[in-house]
């Protein structure tokens, strides 16, 4: 039986660690962290769990061809309960809010009626949505393989999404803002600032078209529930996994992996996967060049999206769960950038995530502060900027919410920094920003001049995210059982 090392216990890692110990190999899942999930996590505080990672999951749905490396991962299944909100996002303008539903068609009633001399680019949207709800994710054997169950990519369906891809090419050319600066009403432009301007149009229309479609739900449990479903997985198929445990160097010796070294020790394997974050561990896992063209590609050329990622637990209830993003009438400065508008994910509604009639609150601000971060550490600022911002924070909540005055509990903020100290991260980067002309990217993480050396992980395919983590690890796997003639399973 051949020994494979997964290095990184998140979705990647918890993927082709499944996947090769369902396909026979002895597989071993080395993690650094005290839990796996890498950036799939949510954490506790003085009560109250803050889900740091899913909002919306593509491959939810069944129907999608996804949504089977979920089920055979143990993420979802027949028992895993999926939440599909009516309304996806909303903002408050004069007054009113204005609502994204999951719907495209309730959607463009909705907003039709708040703004009539925008009817005509709102049925162009809807369009536009529809023409993109046949894309998703193909799921297909990488070529050479021998699989059980093999998957293939027909003719028939890359026919159907020709028109999708076209219209997709056409999109991709604008940004977030550029789409949404279309539209005459000032409230519909912000509601279509769902995603960065940072983005294409591409990303936010495809989103809108999986919600549309059934896809986007969100499991029960968020990231904690789901990523110990997939540990239980690879447990069950006799796997292990060694936590608090982190790798210094992956081995090689004559152009072939011999495995890997800890702070103590090495250990041998026949092949080893590394689903690190890819740009860090090229930098911190090889004593040599790899000489892979699409590795100096995803080093050199990739935007990465960093957030500073805030939670607040606050003893009473705020309602409506969703709460509509708001113009603050202080702005927020911070890491020198100034935030006029604000919004929260609102876990009210939720079980587990708060005690009874209180109110867990997240949001992410996107953006690379990571410079600035690193320097308040360095200079011992960093608790001080920390607390400024809580300090912000505090006063924009209780003046939309009047309730939550004297009742903050906890506001608890993971700045890139956090980010990059838990899961090794560059820049604690979770995902790749593809904007406006960017081309979306697709690698296959095989290295040629090493053997036995494959990588997985969000960085594989732009923009990245829990997909394509998923995916990758799934695509990884492929790759060694190709490599030492395994049948996929």
């Given at each position: 039986?051949?020994?494979?090392?997964?290095?990184?216990?998140?979705?990647?890692?918890?993927?082709?660690?499944?996947?090769?110990?369902?396909?026979?190999?002895?597989?071993?899942?080395?993690?650094?962290?005290?839990?796996?999930?890498?950036?799939?996590?949510?954490?506790?505080?003085?009560?109250?769990?803050?889900?740091?990672?899913?909002?919306?999951?593509?491959?939810?749905?069944?129907?999608?061809?996804?949504?089977?490396?979920?089920?055979?991962?143990?993420?979802?299944?027949?028992?895993?309960?999926?939440?599909?909100?009516?309304?996806?996002?909303?903002?408050?303008?004069?007054?009113?809010?204005?609502?994204?539903?999951?719907?495209?068609?309730?959607?463009?009633?909705?907003?039709?009626?708040?703004?009539?001399?925008?009817?005509?680019?709102?049925?162009?949207?809807?369009?536009?949505?529809?023409t993109l709800s046949c894309m998703e994710?193909?799921?297909?054997?990488?070529?050479?393989?021998?699989?059980?169950?093999?998957?293939?990519?027909?003719?028939?369906?890359?026919?159907?999404?020709?028109?999708?891809?076209?219209?997709?090419?056409?999109?991709?050319?604008?940004?977030?803002?550029?789409?949404?600066?279309?539209?005459?009403?000032?409230?519909?432009?912000?509601?279509?600032?769902?995603?960065?301007?940072?983005?294409?149009?591409?990303?936010?229309?495809?989103?809108?078209?999986?919600?549309?479609?059934?896809?986007?739900?969100?499991?029960?449990?968020?990231?904690?529930?789901?990523?110990?479903?997939?540990?239980?997985?690879?447990?069950?198929?006799?796997?292990?996994?060694?936590?608090?445990?982190?790798?210094?160097?992956?081995?090689?010796?004559?152009?072939?992996?011999?495995?890997?070294?800890?702070?103590?020790?090495?250990?041998?394997?026949?092949?080893?996967?590394?689903?690190?974050?890819?740009?860090?561990?090229?930098?911190?896992?090889?004593?040599?060049?790899?000489?892979?063209?699409?590795?100096?590609?995803?080093?050199?050329?990739?935007?990465?999206?960093?957030?500073?990622?805030?939670?607040?637990?606050?003893?009473?209830?705020?309602?409506?769960?969703p709460v509509p993003s708001w113009i603050?009438?202080?702005?927020?400065?911070?890491?020198?950038?100034?935030?006029?508008?604000?919004?929260?994910?609102?876990?009210?509604?939720?079980?587990?995530?708060?005690?009874?009639?209180?109110?867990?609150?997240?949001?992410?601000?996107?953006?690379?502060?990571?410079?600035?971060?690193?320097?308040?550490?360095?200079?011992?600022?960093?608790?001080?900027?920390?607390?400024?911002?809580?300090?912000?924070?505090?006063?924009?909540?209780?003046?939309?919410?009047?309730?939550a005055e004297g009742k903050i509990e906890?506001?608890?903020?993971?700045?890139?920094?956090?980010?990059?100290?838990?899961?090794?991260?560059?820049?604690?980067?979770?995902?790749?920003?593809?904007?406006?002309?960017?081309?979306?990217?697709?690698?296959?993480?095989?290295?040629?001049?090493?053997?036995?050396?494959?990588?997985?992980?969000?960085?594989?395919?732009?923009?990245?995210?829990?997909?394509?983590?998923?995916?990758?690890?799934?695509?990884?796997?492929?790759?060694?059982?190709?490599?030492?003639?395994?049948?996929?399973?």
């Open positions: 039986m051949k020994k494979i090392i997964v290095v990184g216990a998140g979705i990647a890692g918890l993927s082709a660690a499944i996947y090769a110990r369902r396909s026979g190999f002895d597989v071993t899942l080395i993690e650094q962290h005290s839990i796996a999930g890498g950036m799939c996590t949510s954490w506790k505080r003085k009560g109250y769990l803050f889900e740091g990672a899913i909002h919306w999951l593509t491959g939810s749905n069944p129907k999608t061809e996804l949504y089977q490396l979920w089920k055979d991962t143990g993420a979802l299944g027949d028992n895993v309960n999926v939440i599909l909100n009516d309304v996806f996002y909303s903002v408050e303008h004069d007054g009113i809010v204005i609502n994204l539903y999951r719907d495209i068609d309730k959607t463009i009633k909705h907003l039709s009626e708040i703004s009539p001399n925008d009817k005509k680019l709102l049925r162009r949207l809807a369009s536009d949505v529809k994710m193909p799921v297909y054997d990488i070529k050479g393989v021998k699989a059980q169950n093999p998957k293939r990519m027909s003719l028939g369906s890359l026919f159907k999404m020709l028109p999708a891809l076209i219209k997709m090419g056409k999109l991709n050319n604008i940004s977030c803002g550029e789409y949404a600066d279309q539209f005459e009403h000032p409230g519909i432009r912000r509601l279509f600032l769902v995603l960065p301007d940072g983005y294409s149009a591409g990303s936010l229309i495809v989103t809108l078209a999986s919600l549309n479609s059934g896809d986007g739900g969100y499991p029960e449990g968020g990231s904690l529930a789901m990523t110990d479903r997939m540990v239980k997985t690879f447990k069950d198929l006799g796997g292990s996994i060694l936590f608090n445990t982190k790798v210094k160097k992956v081995n090689i010796k004559n152009g072939s992996v011999t495995g890997i070294m800890l702070d103590n020790k090495a250990l041998d394997a026949d092949a080893v996967i590394v689903t690190q974050e890819t740009i860090a561990a090229v930098n911190q896992l090889f004593d040599i060049p790899l000489n892979e063209d699409w590795l100096t590609d995803i080093c050199k050329n990739t935007k990465p999206a960093v957030c500073t990622f805030i939670g607040v637990g606050i003893s009473a209830e705020i309602l409506p769960a603050l009438d202080e702005p927020i400065i911070f890491a020198g950038k100034t935030l006029t508008e604000i919004m929260f994910y609102n876990y009210v509604k939720y079980e587990g995530y708060a005690p009874e009639g209180f109110t867990s609150l997240t949001t992410a601000w996107i953006g690379d502060t990571y410079d600035f971060w690193k320097k308040a550490k360095e200079e011992g600022r960093y608790e001080e900027e920390k607390q400024n911002l809580a300090k912000q924070v505090s006063r924009a909540l209780c003046k939309k919410f009047p309730q906890v506001i608890d903020i993971a700045t890139p920094l956090t980010y990059e100290r838990y899961t090794g991260a560059y820049h604690g980067s979770w995902m790749s920003i593809t904007g406006a002309g960017d081309k979306m990217k697709s690698h296959s993480g095989y290295c040629k001049n090493v053997s036995g050396l494959f990588f997985a992980g969000h960085r594989i395919m732009s923009p990245g995210g829990l997909p394509v983590a998923l995916f990758s690890g799934w695509q990884a796997a492929q790759m060694a059982c190709r490599q030492f003639n395994y049948v996929f399973t």
